[in-house]
Antibody
Framework: EVQLQESGPGLVKPSQSLSLTCSVT????????WGWIRKFPGNKMEWMGY???????SYNPSLKSRISITRDTSKNQFFLQLNSVTTEDTATYYC????????????WGQGTLVTVSS | AIVLNQSPSSIIASQGEKVTITCRAS???????LHWYQQKPGAFPKLVIY???YRASGVPSRFSGSGSGTSYSFTISRVEAEDVATYYC?????????FGAGTKLELK
C-alpha cells in the first residue's frame, strides 16, 4: 500500500526558508508524479507543484520564484523548499501522488501544519 | 489560471436527503481532468470521484458526478452521517492545477 508522510519544522520565521520532506513507502517515486498541495486557514487549497518520475518539475506560477521540489531516489523521498516565507505561507502542507494521466491525487500524506511567525 | 467556482459554500442536509454541489470552470475543461475530494475534519483529502464520473476505490454508490465543458456537479443521493465533510472540486487540465473553494456539508 502506498503511504506518504510529511516531516519538517512546524514553525518558521518570516523571510526564512520552509523545508519539508515527504517519505514514501510501498511505491517508488521513480514512477508517477509527486506533488505538494497546501491548505490555508479558511480552507483554500493550493497546488504548489510536482516532481515527475524522471525528476522534471512543474510549479505553480504564483510560487515559481520561491519554490523548489527535489528528490532522493535512494531514500524514496522528495522535498519541498519555499524561500522568503511570510505569514501568508502559514498552512497545512500535504504531499501526494499525482496520477500521471489526468492529474488527480489518489494518495495523500497526513499533512503537516507549518506556521510562519517570529 | 482556471478558476473553479464551487457552490454552495455550505449545505445543511437531513440524513437520507439528496445533495448536489456544482463546480463551474472559468474555461472549458475536458471531463477527464475534473475530480472531487472529501475532507473530514483533521484528515487528509480523499479522492471520491475522478474524471467527472468515476468513483474511486471503495467509494459508496451514493456518490456520483457528472458534467462537461465548464459545468460539473457532484451528488450524494442519500446523505449519511459519515458524509459530513468539506468537498472540493479540482482540475488537472492546465497549470496551475486549481481547486474550488470547498462546500461544507453538515447534518441537520
Amino acid at each position: 500500500e502506498v503511504q506518504l508522510q510529511e516531516s519538517g519544522p512546524g514553525l518558521v520565521k518570516p523571510s526564512q526558508s520552509l523545508s519539508l520532506t515527504c517519505s514514501v513507502t510501498g511505491y517508488s517515486i521513480t514512477s508517477n508524479y509527486w506533488g505538494w498541495i497546501r491548505k490555508f486557514p479558511g480552507n483554500k487549497m493550493e497546488w504548489m507543484g510536482y516532481i515527475s518520475y524522471s525528476g522534471s518539475t512543474s510549479y505553480n506560477p504564483s510560487l515559481k520564484s520561491r519554490i523548489s521540489i527535489t528528490r532522493d531516489t535512494s531514500k524514496n523521498q522528495f522535498f519541498l523548499q519555499l524561500n522568503s516565507v511570510t505569514t501568508e505561507d502559514t498552512a497545512t502542507y500535504y504531499c501526494a501522488r499525482m496520477n500521471s494521466g489526468y492529474n488527480w491525487f489518489a494518495y495523500w500524506g497526513q499533512g503537516t501544519l507549518v506556521t510562519v511567525s517570529s | 489560471a482556471i478558476v473553479l467556482n464551487q457552490s454552495p459554500s455550505s449545505i445543511i442536509a437531513s440524513q437520507g436527503e439528496k445533495v448536489t454541489i456544482t463546480c463551474r470552470a472559468s474555461s472549458s475543461i475536458s471531463s477527464n481532468y475534473l475530480h472531487w475530494y472529501q475532507q473530514k475534519p483533521g484528515a487528509f483529502p480523499k479522492l471520491v470521484i475522478y474524471s467527472t464520473s468515476y468513483r474511486a476505490s471503495g467509494v459508496p454508490s451514493r456518490f456520483s458526478g457528472s458534467g462537461s465543458g465548464t459545468s460539473y456537479s457532484f451528488t450524494i443521493s442519500r446523505v449519511e452521517a459519515e458524509d459530513v465533510a468539506t468537498y472540493y472540486c479540482q482540475q488537472g487540465s492546465s497549470n496551475p492545477h486549481t481547486f474550488g473553494a470547498g462546500t461544507k456539508l453538515e447534518l441537520k
